[in-house]
C-alpha cells in the first residue's frame, strides 16, 4: 500500500478514539472499522492534548479543551488515499460541506502525540455539540466495552 507524505496536499493521518478503533467491538461501526483498515495502515497508539471524551451513548464524543493536561487515548492511521477515504468519513461522522449548523461533528486537523514522543499533525472528529448532559469519560480512553451497544 503507497502511504502519501506531507508533501502532499491534503494531510494522510487520522487520529481516531472511537467507534473506529481496530479494537472497538459490536456493530456499531463495523463496516467502516473494517474498511479503514483496509485503506489505512496503524502507526499506533496516540494521544491529542487540550481534549476530552464524553459518553455519547452507543459512541464518545471529543471535546476540545484550553486545558493541555487534559488528554485524549486513540490510534493514529495513515491513509493510503485520505481524499477517499475522508469523503465516505465525512459521510459516517455526518459531516456536511459547507456551513451548516446542523453537523454533530467537524474534521479538523490537529497535533497528535506518537508513543515515541514524535508529534503529527492528523485529521480529528470534534463533537460540536453541548456536552452538559453527558458523563465525561474518565482517563478519556474510550472502550467499547464501556458502551455494550446500548
Known sequence: ????????????????????????IGTMGKAQRDRLQREGRSLGAATMRGANLYDLGRYPGLI????????????????????????????YEGVVRGDHDQNEYARLERQVLLADASELPAWVYVFLCDVERHRLIAGSRWSSALMRER
Request: charged content about 20%; some cysteine; hydrophobic content about 40%.
Open 64 to 91: 476540545e479543551s484550553d486545558d493541555p493536561g487534559h488528554v485524549v487515548h486513540g490510534k493514529l492511521i495513515a491513509l493510503a488515499d485520505p481524499r477517499v477515504t475522508l469523503r465516505w468519513l465525512d459521510d
Open 1 to 24: 500500500m503507497r502511504i502519501m507524505t506531507r508533501t502532499n496536499t491534503i494531510n494522510c493521518h487520522l487520529f481516531v478514539y472511537g467507534t473506529l478503533m481496530s479494537h472497538a
